[in-house]
């Protein structure tokens, strides 16, 4: 309480006042005593020197001083007559009192009565004054004066007057308690007039430290009331600009870090921030989605007991040791996934290095792409470098000298003929992709029946069904089935479905053709009971070049991107194609194909 400025104010008033009334008060009692004791002094020496010495210089110096007893009463009456304050004596040379107006003091011994320093210094021939102030209460104040009376120009006895200075004593005391009492009202004065001063002070500071509590709190909605112009005013008015601006600063800050959350909980990369001691200060959602770490562990927030199992590169240790930049990416892969994480420094408010931030990617996807790439380029060289070696080698063969025997000659060029349709298909076959690739392929459709072209498919087939034994048969209900499609190209997938079960179908076996209208759509089923497909190969049995079999595919004659061309045709019809297979039993390709234009 006494810490606030309100008694501050008070003290600091208090203590002026009280040291500035002290003061002026001992120096009005001091001047006041000091004058009223120099009229005493000059009435005395005024009643000495002007009356009594002259009164006493004019009896006759042959008249001593214990003879002329009488005369010298009588000069002292003549003063004492009217009104007289001051008490006078003549004492002679043995200390006898002479003559006095005291009449209880005639006769006495003077030193007994009187100040005899005074008195011995009197006979001496001094002029001596002494104001005899005692402690004692009862003993008046006095003020004593002692002349030599110089007869016969010896010293022959002394006057001595005294003044009683008890009146003003009493006067002085009076004052000062006057004094005091002016000073405590002064003081009460003060601390009333302090109190209301530290007050009109203290209280808007109040109102700012309450108000700006409240602000500490989150309340920002605080306003002071301005009450004057002064100092005080203008902190309120700064207070009140204050608040505005943090509210406004505030708010901007807070709608900035909500537009930083929703941007980290929904982007599609992870991104996680940790600090100089490897504590994990943030992780979106998708970063803990990506490395499958739930909110515990994040909260433990242990960054390098997460990363130096995925990927020890990525540790903290690993890259305040060897990497000065901490600048990088690398490369995650957890289950079937891969990431690649890049990391930069941020810096601190401080503008040191603060942490490290970490983005995390899913690039599976793009991996998937580079590799299927990477395959293809493969593939194509591979099924290109076949037929070229054969011609080659055949060509140089003939060259050689081959090309004299006629038999020899015809086989070789037969071979190279056959190679060389093979390369013409695969080159068709990919160009054909390509287009469908980059969606240049226009499709010409147009109203036909489905069920014509089927039968007439499997017409075109039947001498190779024949050729190896096997029973081909078309089966339907439907006598037409009008739909809207491009005729050759469902043609073309047709011969690749229908030529593949009779292909990978043993002598004696069958392969039956299927047609039936299902909500709208053409459903076709090309059964067969060949060699079947392996579980593990059906989910990449649409991707090109693949084959169960390499050998006995090229044996065949085929390319490995029928299937492909095939889903790719169907697709483009807004139509689907799956396969069902049991490896000894058989396959059943299933074609789904709508039928009507604005299906399409
Ligand atoms: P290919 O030119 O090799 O026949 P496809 O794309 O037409 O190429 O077929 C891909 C692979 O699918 C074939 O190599 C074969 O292993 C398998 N396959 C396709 N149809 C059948 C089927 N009816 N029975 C068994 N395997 C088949």
Not at 166 to 178: A, V
Not at 356 to 372: G, K, Y
Not at 374 to 380: K, L, S, T
Not at 536 to 542: C, K, Q, S, Y
């Amino acid at each position: 309480m006494f810490k606030s400025i309100r008694w501050k104010f008070i003290t600091i008033y208090f203590t002026l006042v009280f040291i500035a009334m002290a003061i002026v008060g001992v120096f009005i009692i001091q001047k006041f005593e000091a004058y009223h004791l120099n009229v005493s002094s000059e009435r005395l020496n005024m009643v000495a020197k002007d009356y009594i010495l002259p009164g006493i210089q004019k009896i006759p110096p042959g008249v001593s001083l214990e003879d002329g007893r009488e005369e010298f009463q009588k000069v002292i009456d003549r003063w004492s007559t009217g009104f007289f304050r001051e008490e006078i004596f003549i004492i002679k040379k043995d200390f006898e009192i002479i003559a006095t107006n005291n009449p209880g003091f005639n006769g006495e011994n003077a030193i007994d009565e009187l100040e005899d320093v005074l008195i011995v210094e009197g006979f001496k021939g001094q002029i001596v004054e002494k104001d005899k102030i005692s402690r004692d209460p009862t003993q008046d104040a006095t003020k004593n004066l002692v002349f030599p009376i110089i007869r016969n120009e010896k010293v022959e006895g002394v006057l001595y007057l005294r003044d009683n200075l008890t009146d003003i004593y009493e006067t002085l005391n009076k004052s000062k308690r006057i004094l005091t009492q002016a000073t405590f009202l002064a003081l009460a004065i003060t601390v009333l007039l302090g109190y209301l001063i530290a007050k009109s002070v203290t209280e808007p500071i109040n109102d700012v430290t309450k108000k700006a509590a409240h602000m500490a709190k989150g309340d920002f909605d605080q306003r002071v009331e301005i009450k004057s112009d002064d100092e005080i005013g203008k902190l309120a008015e700064m207070f009140n600009y204050l608040t505005e601006k943090l509210k406004t600063t505030l708010g901007e800050i807070s709608s900035e870090k909500s537009k930083m959350e929703t941007i980290l909980n929904y982007m599609a990369d992870g991104l996680i921030a940790v600090n100089m001691d490897g504590k994990i200060i943030h992780a979106n959602p998708k970063a803990m989605e990506m490395l499958k770490i739930n909110q515990e562990v994040f909260t433990e927030g242990d960054y390098d007991g997460i990363f130096e199992k995925l990927n020890e590169k990525l540790s903290l240790k690993y890259i305040k040791t060897y990497n000065e930049s901490w600048i990088g990416s690398e490369v995650i892969n957890i289950n079937e996934s891969i990431y690649k994480a890049s990391y930069a420094p941020y810096k601190n408010e401080r503008n040191e290095r603060g942490g490290l931030v970490l983005v995390i990617q899913d690039v599976t996807e793009q991996q998937r792409l580079e590799n299927m790439r990477r395959e293809f380029v493969a593939n194509v060289s591979h099924e290109l470098k076949t037929p070229i070696t054969s011609i080659k080698s055949y060509t140089e063969t003939l060259l050689s000298g081959a090309l004299e025997d006629k038999n020899i000659s015809e086989r070789f060029l037969k071979v190279i003929h056959d190679e060389s349709n093979r390369m013409a298909r695969l080159v068709r076959d990919l160009l054909q992709l390509s287009n469908f690739d980059y969606r240049q392929t226009e499709l010409s459709k147009e109203r036909k029946d489905l069920a014509k072209l089927i039968k007439q498919s499997v017409m075109k087939l039947e001498m190779a069904a024949k050729n190896k034994n096997q029973r081909l048969e078309f089966v339907t209900e439907e006598e037409e089935m009008f739909g809207y499609f491009d005729h050759d190209r469902i043609e073309q997938v047709l011969l690749n479905i229908i030529s593949n079960a009779i292909k990978y179908t043993e002598e004696d076996g069958e392969v039956k053709v299927h047609l039936e209208k299902e909500d709208g759509n053409a459903v076709l089923s090309v059964k067969d009971t060949g060699i079947g497909i392996p579980k593990e190969d059906l989910p990449r049995i649409f991707e090109r070049f693949y084959r169960v079999d390499k050998a006995r595919s090229r044996e065949l004659g085929g390319t490995g991107l029928g299937l492909s061309i095939a889903k790719e045709i169907i697709e483009a019809h807004s139509g689907t194609i799956e396969i069902f297979s049991e490896v000894g039993e058989g396959t059943d390709v299933i074609i789904k194909l709508p039928l009507e234009e604005n299906v399409v």
